[in-house]
T-cell receptor, first 114, second 116 residues
Framework: AQTVTQSQPEMSVQEAETVTLSCTYD???????LFWYKQPPSRQMILVIR??????QNATENRFSVNFQKAAKSFSLKISDSQLGDTAMYFC???????????FGQGTRLTINP | DGGITQSPKYLFRKEGQNVTLSCEQN?????MYWYRQDPGQGLRLIYY???????QKGDIAEGYSVSREKKESFPLTVTSAQKNPTAFYLC???????????????FGSGTRLTVV
């Protein structure tokens, strides 16, 4: 079975701090993409960052970066210089060539405090 | 601009009624999906369709039905058989049909369904 586990249901940090959200996944396939989605209070799902499994280099998007450990099946998200607007639910997900649909984790509720 | 439109944004249903949630996309995507989200929870897959006139059950299909008569449209009907329909419903699409979508899904803005 293909699964995603986010072990931190809630996290809270002060503005400008760095925070890391954990994610592990399980799949027997070799060709897949990994994603982090953000869901703010508006509930719109927003793609934050993505990683291609065949690329060893970790993806970065401005203040967001990932630590992708393929052998360990780990895909953590680091948010640097956190801002109040980063307050949201964050979902880790992956999509394989075989399944052709996203498998989501349960989410981590992140609160950035002023 | 291309995107996914879900309507209505808020929907109220009486006990025993069927209701239909609309999802339309103009992205020329082959695959479309319906997810249910309960408060503080993750997304659970209801139904998905990878091609017109074909669809598959997801993890929680009981009490729901779908159709895919046009590539652009994938409406979801919440039937009276769904005992606890109050939730947030998200529609999504992707390139699908055997191609691994590098951008995952494009999501609609969701429909909040409440049973009154």
């Amino acid at each position: 079975a293909q699964t995603v586990t986010q072990s931190q249901p809630e996290m809270s940090v002060q503005e400008a701090e760095t925070v890391t959200l954990s994610c592990t996944y399980d799949t027997s396939e070799n060709n897949y993409y990994l994603f982090w989605y953000k869901q703010p209070p508006s509930r719109q799902m927003i793609l934050v960052i993505r990683q291609e499994a065949y690329k060893q280099q970790n993806a970065t998007e401005n203040r967001f970066s990932v630590n992708f450990q393929k052998a360990a099946k780990s895909f953590s998200l680091k948010i640097s210089d956190s801002q109040l607007g980063d307050t949201a639910m964050y979902f880790c997900a992956f999509m394989t060539q075989g399944a052709q649909k996203l498998v989501f984790g349960q989410g981590t509720r992140l609160t950035i405090n002023p | 601009d291309g995107g996914i439109t879900q309507s209505p944004k808020y929907l109220f249903r009486k006990e025993g009624q069927n209701v239909t949630l609309s999802c339309e996309q103009n992205l020329n995507h082959d695959a479309m999906y319906w997810y249910r989200q309960d408060p503080g929870q993750g997304l659970r897959l209801i139904y998905y369709s990878q091609i017109v006139n074909d669809f598959q059950k997801g993890d929680i299909a009981e009490g729901y039905s779908v159709s895919r008569e046009k590539k652009e449209s994938f409406p979801l009907t919440v039937t009276s058989a769904q005992k606890n329909p109050t939730a947030f419903y998200l529609c999504a699409s992707s390139t699908g049909t055997g191609r691994l979508s590098p951008y995952g899904y494009t999501f609609g803005s969701g429909t909040r369904l409440t049973v009154v």
